[in-house]
C-alpha cells in the first residue's frame, strides 16, 4: 500500500512539471511576439515598429540612424575649431602653443597648408620661456558658448621637447588631414604641445591652418 502511495505522489509531481512547463512556454510565446527585434539587412540595422518610439529611424529603410562620436560632441557643444591663416617671412616660423587644462582629453585633428616650401614640427612637452599671444576658438555648435579648457596661443617662446612629428614639405603641399581615423591625436592631459611650421621656401609663406577638436574623457 505505501508503494502506491509513493507511485501516486511521484506521478503527480511529474503532471504538475508538465503543467508548468507548458504554461511557461505559453507565456514565452505570447511575449515573443511583442519583443522588440533589431536585425541587419544589407548592412543597414534595422528595428522592429516597437522601437521606433525610441530609436530615431530611416522613414524609408526602417533603418536606424547613427553618428559617429566626433558628430555626436557637435550637438553636444563640445567640438570646437580654429581656421586661419598667416604670412610668414623667409626664414621665420609660425608656431602654435597647445594646452589641456583639465581632466578631459582633446580629441585633435591637425590639419596646415603652406604656399611654398615648409618644415614642420609637432612637440610635446617643451619648456615655454613665453606663451605668445592668445588666440580665439569657436564653438561649432554655435547654440554654446565659445570657452573650453584648451588654451591655444601664437608663436610661443620654447626649448626641447619630444618631437612627435617631423616633416619637410615643397610647394602647395599639407601637414596632417582630415580623416580622423588616421590623423587624430589624444593630446595627455596637463601636458603642452606646439606646432612649428618654419618657411624654407623663397620669398614669403602663405600658411592657411585648421585646427578640429572635441573634448570626452577616454578613462
Request: proline content about 2%; hydrophobic content about 35%; charged content about 20%.
Amino acid at each position: 500500500m505505501e508503494k502506491q502511495t509513493n507511485n501516486k505522489s511521484y506521478d503527480d509531481l511529474i503532471k504538475s512539471l508538465w503543467i508548468i512547463g507548458i504554461l511557461i512556454c505559453l507565456v514565452l510565446i505570447i511575449n515573443f511576439k511583442s519583443v522588440p527585434v533589431v536585425y541587419v539587412v544589407n548592412d543597414n540595422i534595422n528595428i522592429s515598429n516597437s522601437l521606433k518610439n525610441i530609436f530615431n529611424t530611416d522613414d524609408v529603410e526602417n533603418s536606424l540612424v547613427t553618428m559617429d562620436l566626433a558628430h555626436h560632441e557637435v550637438h553636444e557643444g563640445e567640438h570646437f575649431f580654429l581656421r586661419s591663416y598667416d604670412f610668414v617671412p623667409l626664414n621665420n616660423g609660425l608656431g602654435f602653443l597647445f594646452y589641456l587644462n583639465g581632466s578631459d582629453d582633446m580629441h585633435i585633428i591637425i590639419e596646415v597648408f603652406n604656399k611654398i616650401e615648409a618644415n614642420y614640427s609637432l612637440i610635446e612637452n617643451p619648456t615655454i620661456t613665453n606663451n605668445g599671444t592668445k588666440i580665439d576658438y569657436l564653438n561649432r555648435n554655435r547654440n554654446y558658448n565659445d570657452t573650453d579648457s584648451i588654451i591655444i596661443f601664437k608663436n610661443p617662446t620654447f626649448s626641447g621637447g619630444k618631437y612627435i612629428a617631423k616633416n619637410s614639405f615643397g610647394e602647395r603641399r599639407q601637414f596632417g588631414g582630415e580623416a580622423r581615423d588616421i590623423n587624430e591625436l589624444i593630446f595627455k592631459r596637463n601636458t603642452s604641445y606646439v606646432l612649428y611650421v618654419e618657411n624654407i621656401g623663397n620669398g614669403i609663406n602663405t600658411i592657411n591652418y585648421i585646427f578640429d577638436w572635441y573634448i570626452n574623457c577616454v578613462h
